[in-house]
């Protein structure tokens, strides 16, 4: 995903998902929630990494927003 508007501010979200319902969950991340975040006023990108190895507990996923200024998580849409 490239966009030429310049990132000012970083939302960093840590999260996991149970196995069982990991397909799902990856399903509704880049088909409904990525999509409907970058709707909303300030959120410029978005990118997603999942750990390649199981190093134990701990999430495995790591999202950033970029996002064009702070004001951008006061947001509502």
Not at 13 to 21: H, K, Y
Not at 30 to 59: I, S
Request: charged fraction near 20%; proline fraction near 6%.
């Amino acid at each position: 995903m490239t966009n030429s508007v310049m990132a000012h501010a970083l939302l960093a979200l840590w999260n996991d998902v149970t196995p069982a319902r990991e397909d799902e969950y990856n399903d509704w991340h880049a088909y409904e929630h990525v999509p409907e975040r970058l709707t909303m006023p300030g959120f410029v990108w978005a990118r997603r990494w999942r750990a390649v190895e199981d190093t134990g507990p701990g999430p495995r996923y790591l999202t950033l927003y970029g996002l064009a200024n702070l004001e951008a998580l006061e947001t509502t849409q």
